[in-house]
């Protein structure tokens, strides 16, 4: 890939959180607070660490009293649509000249679980509001909710199959979004089995693959790294890379894979 793509690639992530900083503050109403936190607010080492269209920015927002963000009426639904084109309007009068178009991922906290938020403040970037410090978790609670977490991956493994042999071109990107959001965490979560958790969770990408290679998960190491290079590689060739677009869903499928018989083998 071409190294300037991954300091332009932050620069439109600073911009994309520019941006919903203006739209929370001034264009969305009865919010609590709203933070940032994964890949977009950690130091990025290396390509992995962030790529357009795999990685997003993970924004999470408490309404007050468990409102919902938008009604779910027709108006509801082009209020929604507004602040879309409001959010693309806005990050490109920001940056003119950008690589890509960071894709926002909207957690809403109705019925908000304390354990939800941090204990450390520093872990997220608030950008709107005041955010309390979460409830204390201790490492073996935390390895609990990873390990279940991890055995689910078991039914969705075995959906691959019938959910891949009839796509085609643009049709990957559904089976890609359906695997990106079990890929990013689930290494992290095998690692907290054996690990501190709260250290592996602060890791970015670059110290996870290292990680992996140090406790012996050399398969998902590889497959993990492979991954997001190819995700790189999918997005400079404009998604117009059926191969391509083949080895990112197989090598994700191939991390999930190796993490569930790791998991399998493992006891807990």
């Keep these: 890939m071409d190294p300037e793509n991954l300091r332009n690639a932050r620069l439109d992530v600073e911009a994309a959180i520019e941006a919903w900083t203006d739209i929370i503050s001034n264009h969305l109403e009865n919010l609590e607070f709203a933070y940032i936190k994964g890949s ?3 130091f990025w080492q290396s390509p992995i660490d962030y790529v357009p269209i795999l990685s997003d920015i ?3 927002i408490k309404t007050c009293d468990d409102k919902p963000l938008f009604p779910s009426t ?3 639904f082009l209020s929604s649509l507004k602040i879309s084109s409001l959010y693309e309007k806005l990050f490109k009068s920001l940056r003119p000249g950008y690589l890509h178009i960071p894709r926002p991922q909207i957690v809403t906290m109705e019925n908000l679980d304390p354990r ?3 204990e450390d403040k520093e872990k997220i970037k608030v950008i709107y509001g005041e955010v309390k410090p979460g409830e204390p978790r201790t490492c073996e609670d935390i390895r609990d909710e990873d390990y279940h977490s991890l055995k689910e991956l078991g039914p969705f493994l075995a959906s691959m199959p019938m959910m891949l042999v009839d796509r085609i071109g643009m049709d990957y990107y559904r089976v890609i979004r359906s695997i990106c959001w079990r890929v990013s965490p689930s290494p992290i979560r095998l690692l907290s089995q054996t ?3 709260e250290y592996v ?3 970015n990408r670059t110290q ?3 990680e992996l290679e140090n406790t012996g998960y050399f398969d998902t190491a590889e497959y993990y790294k492979e991954y997001y290079l190819e995700g790189w590689r999918m997005f ?3 998604f117009k890379n059926n191969e391509i677009m083949r080895s990112v869903i197989k090598n994700g499928f191939l991390v999930l894979d190796s993490i569930y018989n790791h998991l399998k083998e493992s006891k807990h």
């Design 58 to 60: 993970d924004l999470h």
């Design 40 to 42: 977009a607010t950690k």
């Design 236 to 238: 400079e060739t404009e």
């Design 195 to 197: 690990e501190d958790p």
């Design 74 to 76: 027709k108006e509801g």
């Design 116 to 118: 939800w938020i941090p």
């Design 208 to 210: 996870v693959h290292r």
């Design 201 to 203: 969770w602060g890791l």
